[in-house]
């Protein structure tokens, strides 16, 4: 790790004004940063820590909406009985992880086998920055990549309760990171269906076994549907059409635990 | 009623005391006043010539005290291998050169360059990233069969070719052969036994101080045998007289085999401690360790099993490339040959058995022994094609097993591939394996799993190994270079109490616990009377240190000599005291009595006269109670068991998950029941591990693939189930003093084979016949789409 500065404010106007400065960093939990400084493959000057802000961490319900804080950890939204999304959460990394990691940490760091953004997507939710607000569907753009400016903070997440969700999770034997996972909701748009871990564009929707779950709910539903292996990622621990396999098989096991 | 103390004893591990409460005192746990942090900067290719190294830049960084090139090592010796294997026509292996750092090429990812040495480990990292290395790259030859084809690019250039030997053992060529054209049935099998990584918790560590009044050197380091790294290091790499040399290896977490062998580290730090006129230590982190510490396996085998018309076994025939890497680590050659091929009967009586094992050098981390060394892959691949052929020819995997078993009454039984088995009861093993993994409730489990849509499997393995690695007559004329036998000091107090010095190291396995119940068994007293004292030269008289699950059967049977001298003398003391004859003391429960009569001394009564001779024969004995005892026994012990695994397949993604497992081990007599259950819970959990998740892969340029935890996969908690272990068949050793034979490899050796059985088991309905190690989910779907 080179050194660095720290600081770490208690409101977003302080944060934002401490990462214009050049070469600082926003700090959620540090479970990504702080390994890749360790490894000295990130270098910022300044580290801002945004679990000072209080207004970033916790989960609330208003008017149907629930909104979840951008410095809230993997824990406590597993413990907030947010159903599917709790239980996505409860099975990040491990304890230490999930008592360090933020939603908005792993949300701005868009792993391409991270588990919140098939959530996020699937659930339709809305990214709140500290200027603007983003629907999922514009957010996430290829692996590592959002749409964020530079300097710019993911307050909260929020999004409407979906009628019914699953997250299947199948996990690389490894790093426990999602090999692939499926998350299926019943949202009053309709059904989504947003995949992790299998595309080498990063997290998308399969919008073909939307339309087939939006007529029949079920998991026969996907069962005429086959799955490309084109563009799929291929690595170590799974090859495209392996990936490709396990997009149809954990959306039907979704389907039939939702 | 189980004993309490002593032999039999399931004493509590006193030293998970210290380790369990953040006590314990590792090799990065000592700094000494005035040290320095060296880091070292490693080559990033896999093959290259070295143009040039600048470092002057580093120079001039901050708290840099000196950057160290290959330059200041020439005219140094290399890294010494420790063992010479002598090849089918009789000529001795291909030695390559092993520098400490880099002369001129490096061969692969990981191979140390320059080592910048600083007053900081952060100084020292940041100045290592100003080290100019400039690398001309070369083509890099990673897999085995492409090294060995004519016209390779060599890892060697002064060697012929990327073989290292091309070695034989068994029967005669003519005769296997005309066994497999007469045979009624032959069962042939292509496999990979995969490479894996150690993965100790506590990564490598090593310090060098060198004090200039005394000429003398003192090496912490993180080692199972700390005198053979002290003969190593000193006679061969850099000179130094024994005496002048202490190395010391403390608590050390974990070691696998990996800790065994001398690495060019050790020498880097012990030398330049001189150099700088300071301490240096050196703390590898983790990514360093998959690059630097020797890996583990690494064989691709094609094994054929010739059969009668009944199932009996005739012939078995083997050829077997392993990987060396890219230098011979300490015991690497002989892990291959006389730790794997010795092992190929099996517990079988096949009268015709050939072995061939051709090693080969590649542009990769030095590959040598890690739990089980040559016995794991020899009783992988046997385990295999019995398993294959038993399905072929429609024999219950059971009944092919035990129809070829040795028998009890067969024992001592030379077998066709240079070893004697002194003892055995594979009936016996296999009886117990029956009843404690249920085997006939397994109808019932398949049922319920196939109900829930799950495929269900069962495994069978049988394993022996040779353990208890010694008889150095033997050894030698393998082509060691070492002995290995084992030393032992009891040192008795006046009060009684006991320090037992010995030449194993304790790094998990118990010793400090174990040891003292031998001792104290055979003194009648508690064992909280003894302590035990490893680890270190300058206290303990000699030591060949910790691996091949010798440390009781060599290392204990050298106190068993020690204390029986102790005995003996303290008989005669006893005698002196009660005014008797020596032959009429008895010693029992701690008391020395005239046989026959209520005339006793207590133990303390005879320890306090040894070290106060008041009224004391001083002219027919010497005051004191203190013996040494060395032991080298005439025969490897052989431990063997029965195994039973039972996987459940996910079909649609591939996913083994492993259900049951039981475990019946006949490791002769037992010191510590939990202890030897501990062992065989850590090793079986290794052994799923390389038979389902680990895998160390290169990529065609040589990069190490799975180069972290991210992609090397360990097992966890969550991989393994709860374990039925027995060890209650017990042959005890015929040779040793204690009976015993060893247990600490068992389990990684004898679980692999009866992972992967179940899941072809499970699958094999669908045609699958074989899946290579590790059983991913994606290498098990792919085997059945195949299938399909
Ligand atoms: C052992 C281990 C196992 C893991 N397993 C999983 C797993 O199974 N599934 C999974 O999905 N993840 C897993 N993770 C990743 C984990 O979820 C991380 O916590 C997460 O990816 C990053 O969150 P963080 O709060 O720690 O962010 P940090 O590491 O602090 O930051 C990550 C990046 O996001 C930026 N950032 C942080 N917060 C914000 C914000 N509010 N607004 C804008 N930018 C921000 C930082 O500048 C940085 O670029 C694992 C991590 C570890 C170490």
Redesign the pocket.
């Known amino acids: 790790m080179y050194d660095f500065e720290f600081v770490k404010p208690s409101t977003v106007d302080e944060a934002v004004a401490a990462l214009s400065s050049e070469d600082a960093?926003?700090?959620?939990?540090?479970?990504?940063?702080?390994?890749?400084m360790k490894q000295r493959l990130?270098s910022?000057t300044k580290?801002?820590s945004?679990l000072g802000i209080a207004s970033?961490a916790g989960v609330s319900e208003n008017n149907g909406v629930v909104t979840i804080g951008?410095?809230t950890?993997?824990a406590d939204v597993a413990a907030a009985g947010l159903g599917a999304v709790s239980t996505l959460a409860g099975?990040?990394?491990?304890p230490?992880?999930?008592n360090?990691?933020?939603?908005?940490?792993?949300?701005?760091?868009n792993?391409p086998?991270?588990?919140?953004?098939a959530a996020i997507l699937a659930l339709g939710a809305t990214i709140v920055?500290n200027n603007r607000e983003i629907a999922a569907g514009d957010f996430f753009d290829g692996m590592f990549t959002t749409t964020?400016e530079e300097g710019?903070?993911?307050?909260a997440v929020s999004f409407t309760p979906p009628s019914a969700a699953s997250y299947q999770?199948f996990?690389q034997p490894a790093?426990?990171?999602?090999l692939t996972g499926v998350f299926v909701a019943k949202t009053a748009s309709g059904v989504r269906v947003a995949v992790?871990g299998a595309s080498e564009e990063g997290v998308h929707r399969w919008t073909t076994a939307e339309d087939a779950l939006n007529t029949n709910f079920s998991a026969d539903a996907l069962e005429g549907l086959s799955v490309s292996p084109d563009g799929m990622i291929a690595d170590l621990h799974g090859t495209a059409e392996y990936r490709a396999n396990l997009v149809k098989v954990l959306a039907q096991r979704a389907v039939a635990s939702c | 009623m189980p004993k309490d103390n002593g032999i039999g004893a399931s004493s509590k591990r006193r030293e998970d005391v210290r380790f369990l409460t953040g006590k314990g005192k590792y090799t990065d746990d000592i700094n000494i006043y005035g040290q320095t942090y060296a880091y070292f900067v490693r080559s990033q290719v896999a093959h290259g010539t070295i143009k040039g190294i600048d470092s002057t830049a580093a120079e001039a960084m901050p708290g840099v005290v000196k950057v160290f090139t290959g330059a200041d090592f020439e005219g140094i010796g290399g890294i010494p291998c420790g063992w010479q294997v002598t090849d089918r026509n009789g000529e001795v292996m291909q030695e390559p050169a092993h520098p400490v750092l880099a002369q001129g090429k490096v061969r692969h990812v990981g191979d140390p360059i320059a080592v910048v040495v600083a007053e900081s480990l952060q100084e020292a990292r940041d100045a290592a990233e100003a080290v100019d290395v400039d690398i001309d790259e070369l083509p890099a030859v990673v897999d085995m069969k492409a090294a060995l084809a004519a016209g390779s690019t060599k890892v060697h250039d002064d060697l012929t070719s990327n073989l290292c030997y091309d070695w034989t053992l068994g029967g005669e060529k003519a005769d296997v052969d005309a066994a497999f054209e007469n045979a009624h049935h032959v069962t042939t099998l292509d496999l990979v036994n995969n490479r894996l990584v150690a993965n100790p918790m506590e990564p490598r560590v090593a310090i060098g101080k060198y004090d200039a009044a005394d000429e003398d050197y003192t090496l912490y380091t993180t080692s199972q045998n700390p005198h053979v790294i002290r003969l190593l290091m000193g006679a061969f790499v850099l000179g130094i007289p024994e005496h002048k040399l202490r190395v010391v290896a403390p608590d050390v977490g974990g070691g696998f085999g990996t800790k065994i062998f001398h690495y060019a580290e050790e020498a880097f730090c012990t030398f330049a401690a001189k150099a700088v006129g300071r301490p240096v230590k050196w703390t590898a982190d983790r990514s360093e360790a998959f690059i630097s510490d020797a890996h583990g396996r690494d064989h691709v085998t094609k094994i054929e099993l010739a059969l009668d018309e009944n199932g009996m076994f005739v012939a078995l025939r083997t050829d077997t490339m392993a990987n060396m890497g890219a230098y011979l680590s300490t015991f690497a050659p002989s892990v291959p040959t006389w730790l794997h091929g010795t092992l190929m009967a099996g517990t079988y009586k096949t009268p015709h058995v050939s072995v061939n094992v051709r090693a080969v050098f590649t542009n990769t981390v030095p590959v040598d022994a890690y739990r089980g060394a040559g016995r794991p892959e020899a009783t992988y691949q046997l385990e295999r094609v019995i398993d294959k052929a038993a399905r072929e020819i429609g024999i219950d995997p059971i009944t092919i097993r035990r129809q070829n078993f040795i028998k009890a009454d067969e024992f001592p039984y030379a077998t066709p591939v240079a070893v004697e088995y002194d003892t055995g009861d594979y009936d016996a093993t296999m009886n117990k394996l029956i009843e404690i993994a249920d085997i006939a409730g397994f109808a019932g489990r398949k049922a319920e799993s196939e109900a829930k849509g799950k495929r269900r499997g069962l495994g069978i393995n049988c394993y022996i190994e040779a353990c208890g690695i010694a008889p150095s007559n033997l050894v030698g004329q393998l082509g060691a270079r070492a002995g290995l036998y084992e030393s032992a000091t009891v040192r008795v107090t006046a009060t009684g109490s006991i320090a037992v010095m010995t030449g194993s190291h304790s790094h998990g396995q118990g010793h400090e616990t174990t040891f003292p119940q031998v001792v104290a068994d055979m003194l009648g007293i508690d064992e909280s009377m003894i302590d035990i004292v490893h680890g270190d030269t300058s206290k303990v008289p000699m030591g060949m240190g910790t691996y091949g699950s010798r440390s009781l059967a060599v290392g204990g049977s050298a106190i068993v000599k020690a204390t029986e001298k102790i005995i003996a003398k303290a008989k005669k003391i006893a005698a002196h005291l009660l005014e008797a004859g020596e032959a009429d003391i008895e010693l029992a429960d701690g008391q020395f009595t005239v046989a026959g009569t209520d005339k006793s001394v207590a133990w303390g009564d005879v320890t306090l006269a040894a070290y106060v001779p008041h009224n004391y024969p001083l002219e027919d004995i010497e005051p004191g109670l203190e013996e040494t005892a060395f032991y080298d026994p005439n025969n490897f012990t052989y431990p063997a068991g029965a195994y039973a695994c039972e996987v459940e397949v996910d079909e649609a993604t591939g996913k083994v998950t492993v259900e049951r497992f039981a475990a019946a081990d006949d490791f002769g007599n037992v010191i510590n029941p939990m202890i030897v259950e501990g062992q065989v819970h850590g090793g079986i959990g290794q052994g799923i591990g390389q038979a389902l998740l680990e895998h160390a892969v290169y990529d065609s340029d040589g990069q190490l693939l799975s180069g972290s935890?991210m992609d090397y996969a360990m097992p966890r908690a969550s991989d393994v189930p709860s374990y039925v272990v027995d060890h209650s068949c017990q042959t005890p050793c015929t040779h040793n003093p204690l009976g015993v034979k060893g247990c600490g490899e068992a389990g990684a050796i004898g679980s692999p084979p009866a992972v992967v059985n179940a899941v072809v088991d499970a699958l094999a309905d669908l045609g699958v016949t074989h899946i290579d190690m590790p059983l991913s989910p994606n290498r098990v779907w792919s085997a059945i789409q195949a299938a399909k």
């Not at chain 1, 099975?91 to 491990?94: F, T, W």
């Not at chain 1, 086998?113 to 953004?117: E, G, H, N, Q, R």
Request: proline fraction near 5%.
């Open positions: 960093q926003a700090l959620g939990g540090g479970q990504t940063l702080i390994p890749t990130a910022p580290l801002v945004l970033m951008g410095a950890t993997h099975n990040i990394g491990d230490a992880v999930r360090r990691g933020t939603i908005g940490g792993s949300l701005a760091n792993d086998s991270a588990d919140y953004p920055t964020l710019e903070i993911i307050t999770k996990e790093s426990h990171f999602a992790t | 935890y």
